[in-house]
């Protein structure tokens, strides 16, 4: 938390206005900032937790010109250094309701400006109502929340009053402002992720990305964020992952995320509330929790032995103030998660797992112009309301084409292609949504044809596919060298 402390300095009396008596006469006051250490569930260390640029103030009178139609004054800072004097100019004496935001990125009052000359009566006066004030929502800005540059922080003052010093038998000079503070709490969560491999999965468990998912886009600045709909909502796919992973033994693709060395990121506040009738962690999982729940996603393989095939399994952490029923990710909070990785337990549908069998591979020499053909079958578990995308690519080839058909069983047990499906990626390269799993936990499964037709010479090529889920990356993937003559 930081706490912000208005006082009295180089103080100004202003002219009145007409209706204005001498308790809410216009004066103008300094404001300084004062960093504290910051407070939440543990000690905090990143300077930019620290940091406060972009500050908007919004001071609503409570009784002028009337309780029903009150002014609201608006103050607007691009950079606040610490003990540096802001001056408040026209801050009208009296009681108020203020409301303030750090770090949204820019001023929050269009028309409210702040000329140079203090006797200006009205420059900062904003037309914004109290009610559009409360209604205020502020954008993340950006997709990659993880990296949180600029914290948004907020704070509201119900019983705020701006008086001069009365003190009976000291001498106080005209116009001397009484302090007041203001206490800014930020509306971001910060997040201590570490994890260890243990029992079978030492040696055959490699965690290959950790990424954070859902996070809303808009943030409300003085309300509890809850928002509903999916268009509201940061998917996060595209989202870095949280550390750069690095080989480093038996323990798995970049070992273990130790206590001592966890990984921080920050998520912007996203209260999901309760759901009722959870009492066992395992329950935390894709089909039981709120359908935009933030959570942390780890992306790896699991490989029995050398001479099995590595599947792809995934671990999704549902993300809240305890672990049962609840799914508040919450502003101003510190949260500290960790995770103990021992098995793949298959009635455990927290894991889910995703994979392709190549029954009938393309042949390593392809000819111009003639149809090549390979056949997939694609397994996947406990994707809850998922579209599973099969990506086929071919970097190095001119001229290519792909073309992917489903393979359905009929009642005698043949197989016949059905509609080839569309191509969904939007660019030409090579994306289809070829299964759409319900809400049910368990195994589904889908065989594809996959044409392929090249027109142009290149010679050496390689024929990619792969498969991705939004709750998991392309992790599984079948790679050749092809020559095309």
């Given amino acids: 938390m930081l706490s912000v402390v208005l006082l009295a300095g180089g103080c100004r009396r202003h002219t009145l206005d007409g209706n204005a008596g001498k308790d809410s006469e216009l004066v103008d006051a300094m404001l300084i900032l004062r960093c504290n250490e910051l407070e939440t569930r543990a000690a905090t260390r990143e300077e ?11 001071f609503v009178h409570k ?3 009337s309780p029903t139609g009150p002014e609201v004054r608006h103050y607007y800072f691009s950079s606040v250094d610490v003990a540096k004097h802001l001056k408040l100019t026209n801050i009208r004496l009296g009681k108020y309701r203020m409301y303030a935001v750090a770090n949204a990125g820019g001023s929050l009052c269009s028309d409210s400006h702040h000329p140079t000359d203090p006797t200006a009566v009205g420059e900062s006066f904003c037309s914004m109502t109290e009610q559009q004030i409360k209604a205020l929502v502020v954008s993340s800005g950006k997709k990659d929340l993880t990296q949180a540059d600029g914290m948004l922080m907020s704070s509201v003052d119900e019983n705020m009053e701006i008086k001069r010093a009365k003190h009976p038998g000291d001498q106080v000079a005209e116009g001397s402002i009484v302090p007041i503070s203001i206490v800014l709490e930020r509306k971001v969560a910060k997040f201590q992720f570490s994890y260890e491999l243990g029992g079978d999965m030492v040696g055959k468990m490699k965690i290959t990305s950790i990424g954070a998912r859902y996070a809303p886009k808009n943030v409300a600045v003085f309300e509890k964020s809850t928002p509903s709909s999916s268009g509201d909502f940061l998917a996060m796919d595209v989202v870095r992952p949280l550390r750069n992973f690095v080989a480093d033994g038996s323990e798995g693709y970049g070992g273990n995320i130790s206590k001592e060395d966890p990984i921080i990121f920050y998520l912007q506040e996203n209260m999901q509330g309760d759901v009722s009738g959870i009492t066992d962690p395992r329950d935390r999982n894709g089909h039981k929790a709120p359908k935009y729940a933030s959570y942390i996603f780890l992306d790896g393989t699991y490989k029995e032995s050398e001479n099995e095939k590595a599947e792809q399994y995934g671990f999704s952490i549902f993300l809240g103030n305890n672990t049962t029923d609840n799914f508040d990710v919450e502003g101003n909070a510190y949260y500290h998660v960790h995770l103990e990785l021992n098995g793949l337990d298959p009635d455990d549908i ?12 393309f042949p390593v020499d392809f000819k111009l112009n003639e149809p090549q053909e390979a056949i997939v079958e694609i397994i996947c578990s406990n994707y809850f309301n998922d579209e599973l995308q099969l990506v086929c690519t071919a970097p190095g080839a001119r001229g290519q084409h792909f073309d992917v058909f489903p393979l359905i069983v009929k009642p005698d047990g043949t197989e016949e292609l059905g509609p080839a499906f569309d191509d969904v990626s939007g660019t030409g390269d090579g994306w289809y949504d070829v299964l759409e799993t319900d809400d049910q936990p368990g195994e589904r499964r889908v065989k594809c044809k996959v044409v392929y037709t090249q027109t142009m010479s290149s010679g050496l090529i390689q024929m990619n596919l792969m498969l991705r889920s939004r709750y998991g990356t392309a992790t599984v993937v079948d790679r050749k060298n092809i020559i095309v003559e």
């Fill in 350 to 361: 927290r894991i889910s797992s995703l994979k392709i069998n190549v029954l009938s591979a």
């Fill in 48 to 58: 930019q937790e620290r940091q406060v640029n972009d500050l908007n103030l919004f």
């Fill in 63 to 65: 009784s002028y010109p």
